[in-house]
């Protein structure tokens, strides 16, 4: 018995998530992946009612964080062990969180290199594990939500989970899992990605914060995240400046505004860029979700699903 169908016959007992989690000694992003892969089996795999059970329960736990207000400060694509690796980068980012007082960080994906373009002197995968549990950065004030990007998940293939080992090492980390992980703001939901074609297509967020592509560059829905390193796009630094994003949360009971401040780090230090601002209407903690009715249900079946906070 494989674990999704493990999984399925615990539901059929009408265990919790918790109960599977702690059966399964999964963390809670492994037991989601797994029942998204459940959801995605093909059409009559499943009783209806364990189906139902399952999406209901994935729905209530994706978001790994909920805000109404403050300040995240967005990293992503460290790449630490690579060649292009600049530990100096996360020196400043600690210092800039200290002095502007930010309470959260998230990381966008590829924190590690994975051994794809290695520094020589981390040309094992303990060399790379053991270098960025040694530099990454920690601040007891700081509550950190790190996703998994390609790079990392060369770690998990080699049976060395990377978000598990920062989470016991480092104060205040939580891993969110792979490619993909969702968080609120004022009830809004937020895909946080790294590679967007790896993107979930059971739902779709309110708005898209996204990894991988190393430029900065804000569209209508969708912020992809600069580089923080010197791995820049055609291996051409101009117009691609390592850097990071500062998100600040403002929301009363009519609206939500999303003010994204864009910073480079150049020779000169941090160096402030632009601001890009998003509003939102501010709505109620619950949310309905739609998808498609499978065949040969019975036509009492629902196919919206509403889910509170």
């Known amino acids: 018995m494989n674990i999704q169908q493990k999984i399925i016959e615990l539901k059929k007992q009408e265990a919790t998530f918790q109960e599977i989690q702690f059966e399964l000694d999964a963390s809670k ?3 989601l992946a797994y029942y998204e892969a459940i959801i995605n089996m093909p059409q009559g795999m499943l009783p209806w009612d364990v189906e139902f059970q399952i999406r209901q329960d994935y729905l209530k736990k994706i978001n790994f964080l909920n805000l109404k207000e403050g300040k995240i400060i967005f990293i992503s694509d460290t790449h630490i062990s690579s060649k292009e690796e600049n530990i100096e980068y996360l020196k400043l980012i600690k210092k800039f969180i200290q002095e502007n007082n930010i309470a ?7 924190i590690g290199d994975g051994m794809l373009n290695y520094a020589s002197k981390y040309n094992t995968y303990p060399k790379q594990i053991e270098h960025i549990l040694d530099v990454y950065l920690e601040d007891q004030n700081l509550f950190q939500y790190i996703l998994g990007g390609n790079h990392d998940r060369k770690y998990q293939k080699k049976e060395c989970d990377l978000l598990k080992a920062l989470e016991k ?4 980390i939580t891993g969110v899992g792979y490619y993909q992980a969702y968080f609120k703001i004022a009830n809004k939901i937020i ?3 790294h590679k967007s074609n790896k993107a979930n297509k059971l739902f779709t967020p309110d708005f898209t914060i996204c990894g991988h592509t190393h430029q900065y560059f804000p569209k209508e829905k969708k912020i992809t995240l600069p580089t923080l390193s010197d791995n820049f796009p055609n291996g ?4 691609n400046e390592p850097g990071f994003v500062v998100l600040t949360i403002q929301s009363n009971q009519q609206k939500t505004s999303l003010k ?5 780090i150049s020779t000169n230090g941090i160096e402030y860029q632009d601001q890009r601002q998003y509003t939102f209407p501010t709505e109620e903690c619950s949310h309905t979700y739609t998808y498609q009715k499978k065949k040969n249900y019975n036509s ?6 509403r ?3």
Request: glycine share 6%; hydrophobic share 25%; net charge positive.
């Open 29 to 31: 992003y492994e037991l």
């Open 104 to 110: 959260y960080l998230i990381h966008g994906g590829d």
């Open 169 to 172: 090492e480092k104060l205040n």
């Open 191 to 193: 895909s946080l990605q």
């Open 236 to 239: 051409k630094r101009q117009n």
């Open 260 to 264: 994204f401040d864009h910073y480079n």
């Open 300 to 305: 009492h079946h629902k196919k919206y699903m």
């Open 307 to 309: 889910v509170n906070c």
